[in-house]
Every structure is written in structure tokens, then in C-alpha cells.
């Protein structure tokens, strides 16, 4: 019943910009922490950023400075503006309630940077 759906990535040229979102339909949204996923191939699936009910945010070191998350609950909604992108950035993005609570995965984002 509860759907994720990630959108707004693209192939970008390294040092330029993108925002992703994800909408998380048929949901109580905001009582929930959100947080992004990225996986890079042939990689496990790696946390990005995190961002709790009250809108506290943490990030992984890899992106901290670069990347900002956000979240407007009455459009069910997560944000991940990402700056300054790097190759290393290449991924498909997932979005998804950090902890026990954490919903099927959706199909994610692909984000392509090239250098």
C-alpha cells in the first residue's frame, strides 16, 4: 500500500547539481525518519543521508558539505539536493523510513556523473 517513488536523476558532467525527490504515497508521513540510499555497481547499497520527524539530518561523510535533505510532509515528500557532484556519485538512489520500519525498496534513481 505504501509506495516509494524516487525521480530527478540524470547523467550531469562532474562539479554540477541535482535534486532528487521521493514521494512516499499512501503514507503517515511525517512521523517518520527518511533517509537516502545510493548503489553504485557492484556495490551493497549505501546510506547517503538521514532526516528525522523533527527535521534533524545527518549525512555520510562521503557527501557532508555537498548534499542537503530535506522533506515537505504535506506532499509526502523527501528531498536530496546534491551539489558539487562527483563521479564517485554514480549511483541509483533509493529512498526509504530509516530503522525497523523501513518499507519494500522502490525502483530508485539513476544519477550518472561524468568527469
Known amino acids: 500500500q505504501v509506495q516509494l517513488v524516487e525521480s530527478g536523476g540524470d547523467l550531469v558532467e562532474a562539479g554540477g547539481s541535482l535534486r532528487l525527490s521521493c514521494v512516499a504515497s499512501?503514507?503517515?508521513?511525517?512521523?517518520?525518519?527518511m533517509g537516502w540510499y545510493r548503489q553504485a555497481p557492484g556495490k551493497q547499497r549505501e546510506f547517503v543521508a538521514r532526516?528525522?520527524?523533527?527535521?534533524?539530518?545527518n549525512y555520510a561523510d562521503s557527501v557532508k558539505g555537498r548534499f542537503t535533505i530535506s522533506r515537505v510532509n504535506a506532499k509526502n515528500t523527501v528531498y536530496l539536493q546534491m551539489n558539487s557532484l562527483k563521479p564517485e556519485d554514480t549511483a541509483v538512489y533509493y529512498c526509504?523510513?530509516?530503522?525497523?520500519?523501513?518499507?519494500?525498496w522502490g525502483q530508485g534513481t539513476q544519477v550518472t556523473v561524468s568527469s
Open positions: 532526516i528525522t520527524s523533527d527535521r534533524s539530518t
Open positions: 499512501g503514507s503517515i508521513f511525517s512521523i517518520y525518519a
Open positions: 526509504n523510513r530509516i530503522g525497523p520500519m523501513a518499507l519494500d
